[in-house]
C-alpha cells in the first residue's frame, strides 16, 4: 500500500488526539491521587505523597460500597451467564419465524435506557410483594435482590450475544455424534458443547462482573439499604470530594493493565508455542520459564516492568514520608502572606503620608507600626498584588486547609498566595524527590 | 405448529436440558423484560396514592400523569403557540424544552463519537494488524473499565474551575478569568461523549474489518478517489456497524444519569435528572414512571424511524 507522506502525518496528529481524549482524562486524575492539596487538583503540583491511599483505605462507606458491589457482581454473574447461555441456545434452535422477534426482545435491554430498567424492576417487584402480602421489610424488597434483577435483566444480553459469537464456530455434528454413539443429550451437553464454551463463559463472567461493577443508572433506583461502590462514589462526588477517590481510580487502572496484559502475555505465548509446532494442550498448563517467556514477547515485559514498579513504588511509599515536603509548602505560603501583608502596609503608609503632605489627618494612628522602606524592595520579583488575583486563591481545597495552618494573622486576605509562584513548585518538589 | 416445535425441541435437547433453557429463558423474558415494562406502563396510569389507598376504589386509571409532561401543573401560565399563534393550551414549557435538549444533545454526541471514530475503525480495521493493532486495542479498553463515576470524575478535574485547562491557560497568560467549562456545558458533553466512545469503535471495527481489501485496492486501481471510496464502498459494508453503534450511543446518552449530575451545569437539567428528581425527593413514582415511558417511547420510534430511514434490520444490531 502506498502511503502518501501527508496522510501520515494526518494519521499521527488523529492518532495522537484521540488517544489523548482517550486517556488524558485517566493520566490527569493518576496524578491527584498523588498531589497533597486536599481537592483534586493535577496543577499545580505541590508535593508527592501516599496519604490519599491510606484515606481510601479507611473510607469504610467505599469498603463496604466495595463488598456491595461484590455480593452484586457475583449474583449477577451467576443470573447472567446461566440466562445468557440459555437464551443463545435457544436462538441457535427457535423457529425461524420467531427468530427475529425473540432477537429483538431478548436484545431490547441493552437498549432500554438503564434509569427505565431500574425503574420498571423496582415498581414490579413492589407490586409483586403487595400482591403477594409480604411486609416491606421482605426479601423481595432487599436492596441486593433488587440490584441483582435489575443488572442481570441487560447483563444476559450481553451474556448472550458472547454466546451466540462464539456458537456460530461450533459444528453442530459434534453433539449429533455423540448422541448417536449413545450419549444421553445431557452427557452430550456436558461433555462436548460445555467444554467448547468455556472460554465463551470465562469472557462472559467477566464482562458481566465488570458491567455488574460499574453500573449505576439501574442501581441507583434499586440499591434500598445497600449502596454499591459506584452509588458511593457518586455521592462523594457530587458533595465534596478528595483525592483518595483519585486513588481508588488508580488502583482500578492498575489492576486492569495488569490483568490485559497478563491476557496478552498468555494469549502471545500460546500463539509462539503453537506457532512452533507445539500442541495446545502443552501451552495451557503452567510452568513458567522466566527468561524464556520473555524474549520477544512484549506483553509480558511490560508486565514484569509494571510489577517491578510497582512493588518499587510500594516500597518508596512505605519508607517516603511528605511531612517535610509539606512543612516548606506551608512556610512558602506563610512567607508570601507575610510578605502581603508588608506589601499593604506600605501602601496603607504611603497613603496616609500622601494624606499628610494634603494637609492635617486627624485619622492617622500612632498604632500603626510603620514598616521600615529598606523591607519593602526585599523581593523585586513578585507583582505587588502578590497573587491575590490568581483564581486559585479563591479555591474550595485550600479554604479547608486553612484551619490547621498557624497563619491566623489575617485568616481575610489570601492566605495562601506563594504556592502558585513557580519558584516553589521547583523546590518543593525538588524536596519531594531528593527524599 | 407450535407443538411440534415443543416436541422436537425436546426431542433435540432432551427433558433436562430442555426445561432449562425453556425456564431460564421464559424467567428472562416474562419475569424480567416484559412484565417489568408492563408493571411500568400500568403504573404511570396510575393516581400517586399512599400504599394503603393502593387497590382502593379510588386507585383507578388516569392520564393525569402524561397531561403534566405536556400541560405542566395546575395553574401554569405558559401557553402553547403554534408558530406564533397563541393557544389556550396550558404548556409546561420547562420540562418539555429539558426533553428536546436532551435528545438534541444526545444526537450531538452520536454525530461527535461517528465522526471522531470512524477514521480510526477503517484504520484498525484496515491497516494496523499484528502488535501495533493489538496494543491500539487494549488502550481502547482501558478506560472502558474505569468506573462511569471515575471517568466523569476526571473530566470535572479537567474542566472545573481550577482544573488542569483553566490552571493552565491563566498561567500561561491566554486567559485573565478562568472559564466556566461547567456552566457552559463543555464538560457534560465532551464526558458524555467519552463515555460511550467504545461502543461507537467496536461495531463499525468489526464490520469494516469483514470488508475484502482487494474491493478497496480495485477502486483505487480504476482511479477513484479517497473520498469516493469510502462514500460507496466502505460506509455502504460498514451500515450495520455503524448504525449499530450509532443505536447504542444515542439510547445510552439520551437515558444516562451519572455524567448530567455529575458534569451539568447548575442551570441545565437532563431528561433523565428529572425521572430521577419525582422519584427521590419529588415522591411521585407514578409521574416518574410516566415520565421514564414517554423517555423510552420517544427514544424507540426515533430509533426505528432511523433504521428504516438507513434501511438497516434489528437483527443486524449487536453483533
Redesign the interface.
Known amino acids: 500500500m502506498r502511503q502518501n507522506p501527508l496522510i501520515k502525518v494526518f494519521l499521527a496528529i488523529y492518532l495522537v488526539i484521540f488517544f489523548s481524549y482517550l486517556l488524558g482524562p485517566l493520566v490527569i486524575m493518576g496524578i491527584t491521587a498523588f498531589n497533597s492539596p486536599s481537592f483534586p487538583k493535577a496543577a499545580p503540583w505541590e508535593c508527592l505523597t501516599f496519604e490519599w491511599f491510606s484515606v481510601l483505605a479507611n473510607d469504610h462507606r467505599i469498603m463496604t460500597g466495595i463488598r456491595n458491589s461484590f455480593i452484586v457482581g457475583i449474583g449477577t454473574v451467576i443470573l447472567s451467564v446461566i440466562i445468557g447461555l440459555a437464551g443463545a441456545l435457544v436462538l441457535t434452535q427457535i423457529w425461524p419465524k420467531l427468530r427475529a422477534t425473540y432477537y429483538t426482545i431478548v436484545i431490547a435491554p441493552i437498549l432500554i435506557p438503564g434509569v427505565v430498567l431500574g425503574i420498571s424492576t423496582l415498581v414490579f417487584w413492589g407490586r409483586m410483594n403487595a400482591f403477594l402480602g409480604l411486609s416491606d421489610e421482605s426479601f423481595l424488597q432487599n436492596g441486593i435482590f433488587l440490584t441483582i434483577i435489575g443488572q442481570t435483566t441487560f447483563i444476559s444480553s450481553y451474556c448472550m450475544l458472547v454466546f451466540v459469537a462464539r456458537l456460530q464456530r461450533f459444528d453442530q455434528g459434534l453433539t449429533e455424534a455423540a448422541l448417536d454413539l449413545g450419549a444421553t443429550h445431557v452427557q452430550a451437553f456436558r461433555k462436548v458443547m460445555l467444554p467448547f464454551l468455556y472460554p465463551a463463559m470465562g469472557s462472559a463472567a467477566v464482562l458481566a462482573f465488570l458491567a455488574s461493577f460499574e453500573n449505576y443508572n439501574t442501581t441507583t433506583f434499586t440499591f434500598g439499604k445497600y449502596p454499591t461502590l459506584t452509588i458511593e462514589l457518586a455521592q462523594k462526588v457530587r458533595y465534596g470530594i478528595n483525592p483518595s477517590i483519585s486513588a481508588l481510580a488508580v488502583i482500578i487502572v492498575t489492576i486492569t493493565i495488569l490483568g490485559a496484559l497478563f491476557y496478552e502475555m498468555r494469549k502471545r505465548r500460546e500463539a509462539m508455542a503453537i506457532a512452533n509446532g507445539a500442541p495446545a494442550s502443552a501451552v495451557s498448563g503452567g510452568g513458567f520459564k522466566l527468561p524464556k517467556m520473555l524474549a520477544g514477547n512484549p506483553a509480558a515485559i511490560i508486565l514484569a516492568l509494571v510489577l517491578i514498579g510497582g512493588i518499587g513504588t510500594v516500597l518508596f511509599a512505605q519508607a517516603y514520608n511528605p511531612q517535610a515536603c509539606k512543612v516548606e509548602v506551608r512556610e512558602e505560603k506563610r512567607k508570601a502572606t507575610d510578605k502581603r501583608i508588608q506589601e499593604l502596609q506600605e501602601k496603607a503608609k504611603q497613603r496616609s503620608l500622601q494624606e499628610k503632605l494634603k494637609g492635617p489627618d486627624i485619622f492617622n494612628q500612632p498604632a500603626q507600626s510603620p514598616v521600615p522602606p529598606a523591607q519593602a524592595p526585599s523581593n523585586p520579583g513578585s507583582g505587588t498584588f502578590g497573587d491575590v488575583f490568581n483564581p486559585g486563591n479563591l479555591d474550595e481545597g485550600d479554604a479547608k486547609k486553612t484551619p490547621d495552618k498557624g497563619s491566623s494573622l489575617n485568616p481575610g486576605s489570601g492566605t495562601f498566595g506563594g504556592v502558585f509562584n513557580p519558584k516553589n513548585l521547583n523546590e518543593s518538589s525538588g524536596k519531594g524527590t531528593s527524599q | 405448529m407450535k407443538g411440534t ?1 415443543f416436541k422436537e ?1 425436546f426431542n ?7 426445561t ?6 421464559a ?3 416474562i419475569i ?6 408492563l ?2 406502563l400500568d ?1 404511570s396510569f396510575r393516581f400517586n396514592l399512599p ?1 394503603s389507598a ?2 382502593g376504589e379510588k386507585d383507578v386509571y388516569t392520564m393525569s400523569n402524561y397531561q403534566h409532561f405536556f400541560n405542566g401543573s395546575e395553574g401554569n401560565p405558559e401557553r402553547l403557540s403554534i408558530f406564533g399563534y397563541q393557544t389556550d393550551i396550558p404548556f409546561n414549557k420547562v420540562d418539555i424544552a429539558v426533553f428536546f435538549k436532551t435528545i438534541l444533545a444526545a444526537i450531538f454526541v452520536t454525530a461527535f463519537d461517528l465522526a ?1 471514530c470512524y ?2 475503525a477503517y ?1 484498525l480495521g484496515q ?1 494496523a494488524s499484528g ?1 501495533s493493532g ?1 496494543v491500539l486495542l ?6 472502558y ?14 474542566f472545573g ?4 485547562i ?3 491557560l ?2 500561561v497568560g491566554i486567559l485573565d ?2 472559564i466556566d467549562f461547567i456552566r457552559e456545558n463543555v464538560a457534560l458533553y465532551a464526558g458524555l461523549g ?1 463515555a460511550y ?1 467504545l461502543l461507537m469503535i467496536f461495531p463499525i471495527y468489526n464490520a469494516i474489518e469483514s470488508l475484502d481489501r482487494n474491493q478497496i485496492e480495485a477502486a483505487r486501481d480504476l482511479g477513484s478517489p479517497w473520498w469516493r471510496i469510502h462514500w460507496r464502498i466502505v460506509i455502504p459494508f460498514a451500515k450495520p456497524g455503524i448504525v449499530s453503534g450509532c ?2 450511543v444515542f ?2 446518552t ?5 455524567a448530567p ?2 458534569l451539568g451545569g447548575p442551570s441545565s437539567l437532563w431528561f ?1 435528572q428529572i ?2 428528581q419525582w ?1 427521590n425527593t419529588g415522591g411521585n ?1 407514578p409521574r ?2 410516566a415520565y ?2 414517554v ?2 417511547f420517544i ?2 420510534v426515533f ?1 426505528l424511524a432511523m433504521m428504516r430511514l438507513f434501511k438497516v ?3 443486524e ?2 453483533k
Open positions: 416445535f425441541f433435540r435437547n432432551g427433558p433436562l436440558l430442555g432449562y433453557l425453556l425456564l431460564a429463558v424467567f428472562w423474558i424480567l423484560i416484559v412484565l417489568p415494562q408493571s411500568m403504573y400504599p393502593q387497590g471522531l477514521p480510526l484504520f491497516s502488535p493489538r487494549l488502550l481502547l479498553i482501558i478506560p473499565w474505569v468506573n462511569e463515576i471515575l471517568r466523569a470524575f476526571a473530566f470535572r478535574i479537567i474551575a481550577t482544573g488542569v483553566n490552571t493552565v491563566v498561567g478569568t478562568p467519552y466512545l443505536t447504542m439510547m445510552l439520551a437515558g444516562a444519569l451519572a449530575q455529575i433523565t425521572i430521577y422519584f413514582w416518574g414512571a421514564a415511558v423517555l423510552l427514544c424507540i430509533v434490520k434489528m437483527g444490531i449487536g
